[in-house]
């Protein structure tokens, strides 16, 4: 069945560092759609970022992720990290548009220290 | 603008006890409404969707129930609680059909039973 991976559960950076989150997935469906949700402390999670075509970068808020389809995977990135960045990381599938379920990975605990 | 409301925001029930969360979504007519569910240390997987009022189909059987009594309602509730019913339950709306569209979530429930 579809999965996705986020190897790190949690991940501890010191402001200004780079952030890189992994996510890899597996799906039997050509046209995946990948997703980073963010879950703020006391907030509801909402949406970061949305795959685009295979190999295009997508942006949001200082945050970048690149659908690669080769390597079935799509890692969030950003320059530096900031203290407000302090946040659990979701990385989904929406494997099918035939229907409406997003598959998730068990999410990264990003930890930002000053 | 949509808003979502989801309650309680955390409940500690006993073994055997009923239970009923619930969310309401205002501003958006006819939703496809969701609920997600995390179980301590795992990954948020869905458990039922409905498209449209009095519809409610089950993705994952946990001896819940879910139903739509209107079109800007979804119930979850069980009549007896199980230990493994723990966690963390999140209510979800999109405003059209399809694992294309981007999820918005409630603030969740926090569920321990004990």
């Known amino acids: 069945g579809d999965s996705v991976t986020q190897k790190e559960g949690l991940v501890t950076l010191t402001e200004g560092l780079p952030v890189m989150l992994n996510c890899t997935y597996q799906?039997?469906?050509?046209?995946?759609?990948l997703f980073w949700y963010v879950h703020y402390l006391n907030e509801s999670p909402r949406l970061l970022l949305k795959?685009?075509?295979?190999?295009k970068r997508t942006e949001h808020q200082g945050f970048h992720a690149t659908l690669h389809k080769s390597s079935s995977s799509f890692h969030l990135q950003k320059s530096s990290a900031q203290l407000s960045d302090s946040a659990l990381y979701y990385c989904?599938?929406?494997?099918?548009?035939?229907?409406?379920?997003?598959?998730f990975g068990q999410g990264t605990s990003l930890s930002v220290v000053p | 603008a949509q808003t979502i409301h989801q309650w309680p925001v955390a409940e500690i029930k006993a073994v055997g006890s009923p239970l009923s969360l619930g969310c309401t979504i205002k501003?958006?007519?006819?939703?496809?409404l969701y609920w997600y569910w995390q179980a301590t240390g795992g990954t948020l997987q869905q458990l039922f969707y409905?498209?449209?009022?009095?519809?409610v189909e089950s993705v994952v059987q946990l001896n819940l129930s879910a139903s739509r009594p209107k079109d800007d309602q979804f119930i979850l509730s069980t009549e007896k609680l199980l230990l493994s019913h723990s966690g963390f339950y999140l209510c979800?709306?999109?405003?059209?059909?399809?694992?294309?569209?981007?999820?918005?979530f409630g603030a969740g429930t926090r569920l321990s039973v004990l």
């Open positions: 409905s498209i449209t009022v009095g519809q």
């Open positions: 799906t039997i469906y050509s046209n995946a759609f």
């Open positions: 501003g958006k007519s006819s939703p496809n």
């Open positions: 979800a709306w999109s405003p059209d059909w399809g694992s294309q569209n981007t999820l918005y």
């Open positions: 989904a599938l929406g494997a099918s548009s035939s229907f409406s379920k997003l598959v």
């Open positions: 795959s685009s075509t295979d190999n």
